[in-house]
């Protein structure tokens, strides 16, 4: 199958409150976006990437880019206002049959993630990068209060790479888009249409930049990883 990459960069960063969008800052001498962009340059399976940004900021993205020698960046669009719009814009952009989702903010993925996500997809349909929960976790009422305790066994922290049929996870984004859903994630709107998607067993190192306190642990998880040759 051939596969193509929406990566999505267009947030606004309001969780991590820094001058420059969480894409263009830099970790281990690099901007999260190259680090991220990387892995699917890599990736033996992806054909072309699909890069959304903020309006405004595709000059800089272009540039980044450009610097760096990425070939397989087809396009550098704009985003829309909630990640969900951002996805369904590089859905439209792209022409591959399979595509992965990929968050910017998650530099730390490899190119086996990648291809692991690719092979799931081909045999299940559509897959999931996931971790087992740690914690245990709760349930509030919204209040403060414990309400219940859902049994972690069967509780995993999702991530990015997602991948899909994009027919498919096109259909699933407008039939959200008709019933005013939203979604923190594409898996979730492939559940909302009853389809199943293949959790990938993925590593707790995949983190997303999300709040400050992220930005030191990918700098050595990053550092540690360079110093061990490149991951696959
Ligand atoms: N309208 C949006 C919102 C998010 N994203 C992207 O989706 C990924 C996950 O989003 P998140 O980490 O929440 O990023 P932000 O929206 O930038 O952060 P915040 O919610 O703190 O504002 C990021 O790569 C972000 O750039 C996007 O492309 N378009
Ligand atoms: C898609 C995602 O990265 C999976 O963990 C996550 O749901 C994005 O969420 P955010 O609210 O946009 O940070």
């Not at 399976?45 to 087809?74: D, H, N």
């Not at 049994?151 to 008709?178: D, G, I, K, Y």
């Not at 400050?212 to 990053?222: M, R, S």
């Amino acid at each position: 199958m051939e596969w193509g990459a929406v990566v999505v960069a267009a947030g606004r960063g309001t969780r991590m409150g820094a001058a420059d969008n969480k894409p263009y800052l830099k970790v281990a001498g690099r901007t999260v976006l190259a680090h991220a962009l990387e892995a699917f340059e890599r990736s033996p399976s992806v054909s072309s990437i699909v890069l959304v940004v903020s309006s405004g900021e595709q000059k800089k993205a272009a540039e980044i880019v450009g610097a760096e020698g990425f070939r397989k960046v087809t396009l550098i669009i704009p985003g829309g206002a909630e990640r969900q719009d951002s996805v369904y814009a590089g859905l439209e952009a792209l022409r591959t049959e399979g595509v992965l989702v990929h968050d910017a903010a998650r530099p730390l993925v490899t190119p086996d993630q990648i291809e692991a996500c690719c092979r799931a997809a081909e045999e299940h349909g559509s897959s999931a990068l996931a971790v087992p929960v740690k914690d245990t976790i709760k349930i509030s009422d919204g209040n403060g209060f414990i309400v219940a305790t859902p049994e972690r066994r069967t509780l995993w922290s999702v991530q990015t790479p997602q991948a899909f049929l994009r027919l498919e996870l096109m259909q699933a984004h407008r039939n959200a888009q008709e019933n005013g859903a939203s979604a923190t994630d594409d898996a979730m709107l492939l559940e909302r249409i009853g389809r199943k998607v293949a959790i990938v067993e993925g590593d707790y190192r995949n983190l997303k930049i999300t709040t400050p306190e992220d930005l030191p642990i990918a700098e050595l998880l990053i550092a540690g990883r360079q110093g061990k040759g490149s991951p696959q």
